[in-house]
Each structure stands twice: as structure tokens, then as C-alpha cells.
């Protein structure tokens, strides 16, 4: 995904300490990583799933960031599903989130079905009342299924039933994240551009102090649109104000996800609100933490980032 840069963000410089001295070695295995966790290792019960999403909210962890393992929703679980309610909509699958007042639903299609359609399959919001869709939940990558790999699908709705927050799990980042809200026309509000954008602007205004501060050759310099990271990795959080009337949005991000030995990473996270009325963002704040050269200790394989830039928490 390439962003256009938003006119209205400022960027500034700061300063920053360099820890350790470049130190590459032998490559080592992909990192573990949550999301690309074998299907068999997830939650068998609702009750498991309800007991990490608890417990994880006790530590103030947003939803899409409340779920340590990457179990997802209704990913090989029988959670949250309208029963008897398979191809009763006129769009295929279960029925899954209802929402608390009884009137809409989210289809989910089953692995066959998406397997008959070529795995083009789409995710809407049904009205329980007609069994007709709604409004289709936008997706980067083709609606969620049963079982699909480095999947999963996860709703919040807001107590009054007129607003919920949809999380369609990926690889690297969601598929999707946004906000359904039902008014007189249901809509949705994609959630994650103009947070990505805002964090894309503050790493390209950082780098060539990551450039410098790591001693990286001229070929990991910025060219013009082209940026010298070759993998994103980003974590998503949302959550409805008090109100109600807004969303609030933070984003954790890192480039070179993979976390190979010899690689550069660096280190940012964002936030922002959205205005359920109108869909209007306002970014309150986008930093890069830190940046460096990812090395291993190969005796226990703890990972040290050496050298290393902190940047300062005022940027």
C-alpha cells in the first residue's frame, strides 16, 4: 500500500541517541508470529476466547489489539452465530455478530462455498428482519470465510445496536478495520488509511536520520515515492468514545516484519479520531520510536537491535 502524504501533517526533527555499532551475522528463522499461527492452535471454546479478550481488556488493550494469540472471532470457532441460520440471507453462509438489539448480522461463507466461488467471497451487513444484505464490509483482500488462512473476523458493536467496529484479520495487517453505521442508509468508514498515512509521513520524515544513525549505504535511501523497506507489519486498535459519537483509532507499526538477522526495523505508532457523523479523521499524534539492526544472541536467541535509535516521546 503507498500513501499519499496528508498536507496538513507537520514534520519536524529531533534528536536522538545511538546505542551499539553495526553487527551482522548469519540469517535466522522467521520470528513467531501470532498471526501466522497454525489453525490447530487456536481456542477451541467461546469461553476461552471470552476469558483472553477479558483479561486483556483489564490490561487497557483496545479490540483488534486485545487478542494476543490472533484468535479471531468465528476463525474454527462456534462463537457469536445465528443459529439455523446457514444461506437463509440471500448471501451465503452463517449469520455471526449479531448485533444486541436483534436486527442485523454479519454473514460469514463456509469453506466450501468460498471454495465454489473461487474464493471471491464478500462479507455484508443482513438485516435478520428481510434476510437481505445491507451494506457490503469493504476488504483489501476478498471477504473472510471459514478457515481461511491468516484469516478470522471479528465484530464490536456498540451497545444501541447502531454502530459497530468490523476487523477482518490478515497476514501482516487487517484486511480490514472499520466502522458500520446505521443510519437511514447504512455506511462504513475504512479505518485504517489515514492513520497508515500518518505514520508512512512521520517514518519518511525520520529516515534519513535512521539513515545516518545506522550508517545505511545510499541504496536505503528514500527515492521520491519508493521507500527502502521491503515488508509492513501493522496492529490496529479501536475503540467507541464514551459518547459514542466518535472512534478512537491507534495503530502499532513496524517495517521488515519478518525480523530476519541483518535487516533494518524501525518502530512507529499512531493515533487519531474519527467522527462518526460525518467520517472526519483527527490525527492527535504519530511518532517513530525507535530504529535499528536486527541481531540475535545465538547462544540463547534473544534479539537485540544493535546499533540502535531512540527517538524522544516528544516529536
Same mark, same amino acid.
Given at each position: 500500500m503507498k500513501a499519499k502524504l496528508p498536507a496538513t501533517i507537520i514534520l519536524c526533527a529531533a534528536a536522538f541517541t545511538v546505542e551499539g555499532s553495526p553487527k551482522v551475522g548469519p540469517g535466522v528463522p522467521d520470528r513467531p508470529s501470532a498471526l501466522n499461527a497454525p489453525a490447530d492452535g487456536m481456542t477451541e471454546t467461546a469461553a476461552e476466547l471470552d476469558r483472553l479478550v477479558t483479561e486483556s481488556k483489564q490490561?487497557?488493550?483496545?479490540?483488534?489489539?486485545?487478542? +494476543?494469540?490472533?484468535?479471531?472471532? !468465528?476463525?474454527?470457532?462456534?462463537?457469536? =452465530?445465528? +443459529?439455523?441460520?446457514?444461506?437463509?440471507?440471500?448471501?451465503?453462509?452463517?449469520?455471526?455478530?449479531?448485533?444486541?438489539?436483534?436486527?442485523?448480522?454479519?454473514?460469514? +461463507?463456509?469453506?466450501?462455498?468460498?471454495?465454489?466461488?473461487?474464493?471471491? =467471497?464478500?462479507?455484508?451487513? !443482513?438485516?435478520?428482519?428481510?434476510?437481505?444484505? !445491507?451494506?457490503?464490509? +469493504?476488504?483489501?483482500?476478498?471477504?473472510?470465510?471459514?478457515?481461511?488462512?491468516?484469516?478470522?473476523?471479528?465484530?464490536q458493536w456498540r451497545p444501541d445496536s447502531r454502530a459497530a467496529l468490523v476487523l477482518g484479520d490478515g497476514k501482516w495487517e487487517p484486511s480490514t478495520f472499520c466502522a458500520v453505521v446505521i443510519e437511514d442508509q447504512p455506511r462504513a468508514i475504512d479505518l485504517i488509511p489515514p492513520v497508515y498515512e500518518a505514520i508512512i509521513a512521520r517514518m519518511k520524515a525520520r529516515w534519513p536520520e535512521i539513515q545516518k544513525g545506522l550508517h545505511l549505504g545510499e541504496e536505503m535511501a528514500i527515492q521520491g515515492d519508493e521507500i527502502p523497506w521491503s515488508l509492513e507489519y501493522v496492529r490496529y486498535g479501536a475503540e467507541f468514545t464514551p459518547d459514542g459519537k466518535s472512534v478512537r483509532m491507534i495503530a502499532e507499526f513496524e517495517t521488515n516484519g519478518k525480523r530476519m538477522e541483518g535487516q533494518v526495523v524501525a518502530r512507529a505508532n499512531a493515533e487519531g479520531l474519527f467522527n462518526l457523523a460525518d467520517?472526519?479523521?483527527?490525527?492527535?499524534?504519530?511518532? =517513530?520510536?525507535?530504529?535499528? =539492526?536486527?541481531?540475535?544472541?545465538?547462544?540463547?536467541?534473544?534479539? !537485540?537491535?544493535n546499533p540502535k535509535i531512540v527517538f524522544p516521546e516528544s516529536q
Open positions: 490490561r487497557g488493550l483496545l479490540f483488534g489489539l486485545d487478542d +494476543p494469540t490472533g484468535m479471531i472471532g !468465528v476463525h474454527a470457532l462456534d462463537l457469536g =452465530v445465528v +443459529p439455523d441460520s446457514l444461506d437463509k440471507a440471500d448471501v451465503p453462509g452463517r449469520l455471526v455478530f449479531p448485533s444486541p438489539d436483534g436486527r442485523y448480522a454479519i454473514n460469514h +461463507p463456509t469453506t466450501e462455498q468460498a471454495e465454489e466461488s473461487d474464493y471471491e =467471497v464478500e462479507n455484508h451487513l !443482513v438485516s435478520l428482519k428481510s434476510m437481505k444484505a !445491507v451494506l457490503a464490509i +469493504p476488504n483489501r483482500n476478498g471477504g473472510d470465510f471459514e478457515r481461511r488462512n491468516h484469516g478470522g473476523l471479528r465484530v467520517g472526519s479523521f483527527h490525527l492527535i499524534s504519530a511518532r =517513530v520510536s525507535d530504529a535499528g =539492526v536486527v541481531s540475535y544472541n545465538h547462544d540463547t536467541g534473544e534479539e !537485540v537491535l
